[in-house]
């Protein structure tokens, strides 16, 4: 039995069930829409996300909010109560909640000096996240410490490629990524952006292709340029996708035919990333080489 707990956010875009069968605690964000508060609630209750795109369908817009200062203090305190804690946040260039986590950390420290807390910054996103905390899960079921692990996330976390392309150009343009002009020209031609995460964990929309069948191919493309061994490939491979199930089930098809020695898991983007990307958003992750050099 581990001697610490592993920790994360549900921003890790992967059900409660496979993160609590895995033995991770998570601390919840929230969203608003109209005035009422809603949990990110990844998949608890089946009817959630499904009744979170007709929201998106109807034209309403939600607005999510960091996890504050007072809510990191009582989650990590019940979980320090228990033994020392292993906490991989969301990176900080999708929200600046981590700060928070830290602070948080910090002042615990001198109320509990004989447990061990750590903060790990992930500058991941979505279930490029949730794919270095399942990571992270492997090392501690192997035996790792909370150290190594720490260790093995820092130097591993820009190794985590976030490929992604959108279909819907109105949420990011209201969270200032497109433009409003590219925006409707985009619309109206059908041009769907070309994104990753760059070095400090942003959006970083660098390309465009006219059709989502093109954006597919350029999404598969870039894992045959950087995924580490390339076609030899075997480590995790994760696609998430906003209510588009059918092209991420054919984008995982597209993955497996290339590299053999893969298991492609599909996931749903959850609530509080689909906020900002809106629908038709897909995103491919691998272990590739170091992204900071793209």
């Not at 990844?42 to 795109?53: G, I, N, Q, T, V």
């Not at 006219?210 to 045959?224: F, H, I, L, Q």
């Not at 898991?265 to 900071?292: E, N, P």
Request: charged content about 25%; aromatic content about 10%; glycine content about 8%.
């Amino acid at each position: 039995m581990s001697k610490f707990q592993l920790s994360c956010e549900s921003t890790v875009d992967m059900p409660y069930s496979y993160v609590s069968g895995r033995d991770i605690t998570v601390v919840f964000y929230t969203y608003t829409v109209d005035g009422e508060v809603y949990v990110d609630d990844m998949c608890r209750d089946p009817e959630a996300l499904p009744a979170f795109h007709r929201m998106l369908k109807e034209g309403k817009m939600p607005s999510t909010s960091q996890i504050n200062h007072y809510t990191y203090l009582e989650y990590f305190e019940e979980l320090l109560q228990k033994g020392d804690v292993l906490h991989l946040a969301f990176g900080r260039g999708m929200s600046a909640s981590v700060v928070n986590a830290m602070n948080a950390a910090n002042e615990l420290k001198e109320k509990y000096p004989d447990r061990k807390l750590i903060v790990v910054d992930t500058l991941a996103s979505a279930s490029g996240y949730g794919m270095l905390v399942d990571y992270a899960a492997d090392m501690r079921d192997n035996g790792s410490t909370m150290e190594e692990i720490e260790a093995w996330v820092l130097e591993n976390r820009l190794n985590v490629h976030h490929q992604i392309y959108a279909t819907d150009l109105f949420h990011l343009k209201r969270g200032g990524r497109v433009s409003g002009p590219a925006a409707m020209l985009g619309t109206v031609l059908g041009i769907c952006p070309i994104m990753r995460l760059n070095a400090e964990g942003s959006i970083h929309a660098y390309g465009k292709v006219r059709s989502k069948k093109k954006a597919m191919a350029e999404t598969v493309k870039v894992m045959e340029e950087h995924a580490q061994n390339g076609y030899d490939y075997s480590g995790k491979c994760f696609i998430c996708h906003a209510d588009c199930i059918d092209d991420a089930n054919t984008v995982k098809a597209m993955v497996e035919e290339k590299f053999k020695n893969v298991d492609v898991k599909i996931f749903d983007i959850g609530t509080i990333i689909a906020a900002h990307t809106g629908q038709g958003t897909l995103a491919l992750f691998f272990m590739g080489d170091d992204r900071s050099q793209l």
